[in-house]
Structure formats: structure tokens, C-alpha cells
């Protein structure tokens, strides 16, 4: 059973770069067939997708928070962590990581968020 | 960017219920890459149709997808208590988009 699970502070100040990692176990993050992927949700609000990345480390990010994005994959540690700078309040989120398939375009396998504020 | 419009925003309903949900895209959409989730409160979403129509592994028979091109339905023949709940549609392009979500809530 594959298991993901995101961790990185909880806090952020306005301007600074919020960093997440996502752990994968019960499967190797090399496996051709998906992309590993960051999903964010403000509170009471819906679904955003952040961007992606392949075991090769090619990426694709959302158009709209490109300029901001930076996600990178750690194959020896089976990781792939997620990097958004110059943040505001409205970054303020639920963040998932979440197992995309690629053959029908799915999210699978999701961790179980992590809240993200962005404070003074 | 594809758009995907969701409606209605909230179905009030009583358990035994049907309950039709829509999904309109902004472009026509691969019927393979259109996917529902189901996301209670306080939990992670939960992957409930792909393929525009196949049940994902688990889910209940009475719940069932259709559509194609630019128009989607999930639909659940008969509501359960732990039916209500908020309902997401995604679709795989270019880049994954999801819709606003449609809250099912008992009546």
C-alpha cells in the first residue's frame, strides 16, 4: 500500500519560500508510470494543483503560480519536495502531495495534507 | 487552461435520494481523463470515478460517472448517510484542473 506523507514547518512569514517534502513508502518514486504531484486547498474553498514532477525530474507547474514553483524529486530517499517563494496570505492552504497516473490522469494515492499559514 | 464548471454548488437531499451531479468543461476533454473525488470534511480527497465512467477500486455500485466531450455526471442512485459529502471533478490535459465542487448536504 502506497503511503505518502508531507511534512515542513507549518508557519511561513510574508515574502519568504514555503518548503514542503512528501515521503513515499510501499512503492519506489522511479516508477515510470506516475508523476508525483502538489495540490494545495485554502480553507473551505477547492482544489488546486500545483505542479508535478517525473522520476527523471522533468517538471510541469501550474501557469497561473509558475514564476513562484520550484519542485525537485530525491530518488535515494524515495522524496519529492515542493518550493514556493515570495508568499502571501493567499497561500495560506492545506497542502497535499498526491501519486498522479499517467495513463488516466488520476490522483491515486494522496498524503494527508498539511496546513500551511503564512503570518507575521 | 481547461475550465471545469460545476453545478449545482450545493444539492440539499434526503438519505435514499438520487442525486445528479454536473460537470461542464470550458473544451472538449478526453473521456479517459476525466475523474471524480469525494472529499468529506476534514479528510483527503478519495478518488471515486476515472475514465469518465470506471469505479475506482472499492467504491460502491451505486455510485456511476457519464459523459463525454465537454459534459459530465456523476451520479448516486440511492444516498447514503456517508454519501454527504463535497464532490470534485478533475480532468488531465495540458494541466490538471479540478472544478469548484458541489456539496451534497442532507435535506
Known amino acids: 500500500q502506497v503511503q505518502l506523507q508531507e511534512s515542513g514547518p507549518g508557519l511561513v512569514k510574508p515574502s519568504q519560500t514555503l518548503s514542503l517534502t512528501c515521503t513515499v513508502s510501499?512503492?519506489?518514486?522511479?516508477?515510470?508510470?506516475?508523476?508525483w504531484s502538489w495540490i494545495r486547498q485554502p480553507a473551505g474553498k477547492g482544489l488546486e494543483w500545483i505542479g508535478r514532477?517525473?522520476?527523471?525530474?522533468?517538471?510541469k507547474y501550474n501557469p497561473s503560480l509558475k514564476s513562484r514553483v520550484t519542485i525537485s524529486v530525491d530518488t535515494s530517499k524515495n522524496q519529492f519536495s515542493l518550493k514556493l517563494s515570495s508568499v502571501t496570505a493567499a497561500d495560506t492552504a492545506v497542502y497535499y502531495c498526491?501519486?498522479?497516473?499517467?495513463?488516466?490522469?488520476?490522483?491515486?494515492?494522496w498524503g494527508q495534507g498539511t496546513l500551511v499559514t503564512v503570518s507575521s | 487552461e481547461i475550465v471545469l464548471t460545476q453545478s449545482p454548488g450545493t444539492l440539499s437531499l434526503s438519505p435514499g435520494e438520487r442525486a445528479t451531479l454536473s460537470c461542464r468543461a470550458s473544451?472538449?476533454?478526453?473521456?479517459?481523463?476525466l475523474a471524480w473525488y469525494q472529499q468529506k470534511r476534514g479528510q483527503t480527497p478519495r478518488l471515486l470515478i476515472y475514465?469518465?465512467?470506471s469505479r475506482a477500486t472499492g467504491i460502491p455500485d451505486r455510485f456511476s460517472g457519464s459523459g463525454s466531450g465537454t459534459d459530465f455526471t456523476l451520479t448516486i442512485t440511492r444516498l447514503e448517510p456517508e454519501d454527504f459529502a463535497v464532490y470534485y471533478c478533475?480532468?488531465?490535459?495540458?494541466?490538471?484542473?479540478f472544478g469548484q465542487g458541489t456539496k451534497v448536504e442532507i435535506k
Open positions: 478533475q480532468q488531465y490535459g495540458s494541466s490538471p484542473t
Open positions: 475514465g469518465a465512467s
Open positions: 514532477i517525473y522520476t527523471s525530474g522533468t517538471t
Open positions: 510501499g512503492g519506489s518514486i522511479s516508477s515510470g508510470s506516475y508523476y
Open positions: 473544451q472538449s476533454v478526453a473521456s479517459s481523463y
Open positions: 498526491a501519486r498522479l497516473e499517467r495513463g488516466y490522469g488520476l490522483f491515486d494515492y
